[in-house]
Nanobody, 117 residues
Framework: QVQLVESGGGLVQPGGSLTLSCAPS????????MAWYRQAPGKQRELVAK???????SYADSVKGRFTISRDNAENTVYLQMNSLKLEDTAVYYC???????????WGQGTQVIVSS
């Protein structure tokens, strides 16, 4: 059974930082591209950042220079370091795993990030 367990969400003031973690189980982590998506109230889910199995990274324009995605294949964990948080970063953040050949997708349950003063 595949599970993606996210952690690290919470309440933070504008300009603050948070680090999200996602630790998948039931998959061979190194064979998966990993990504973080987010969904704000009333909006569609959007891709925030992606790191391929080859460690290539890409980011949404709205988070470039502020967020950093990384992975630790030894720990089977993907991280999202979020700095200089803005009110508009408030959303539920979801971890996604995509098999690099088959494209099979798995999702986490989401972790809430609230940026508020």
């Amino acid at each position: 059974q595949v599970q993606l367990v996210e952690s690290g969400g919470g309440l933070v003031q504008p300009g603050g930082s948070l680090t999200l973690s996602c630790a998948p189980s039931g998959i061979i982590f190194s064979l998966y591209h990993m990504a973080w998506y987010r969904q704000a109230p009333g909006k569609q889910r959007e891709l925030v950042a992606k790191i391929t199995k080859f460690d290539t990274t890409s980011y949404a324009d709205s988070v470039k220079g502020r967020f950093t995605i990384s992975r630790d294949n030894a720990e089977n964990t993907v991280y999202l370091q979020m700095n200089s948080l803005k009110l508009e970063d408030t959303a539920v953040y979801y971890c996604n795993a995509e098999h690099w050949i088959s494209g099979t997708n798995y999702w986490g349950q989401g972790t809430q990030v609230i940026v508020s003063s």
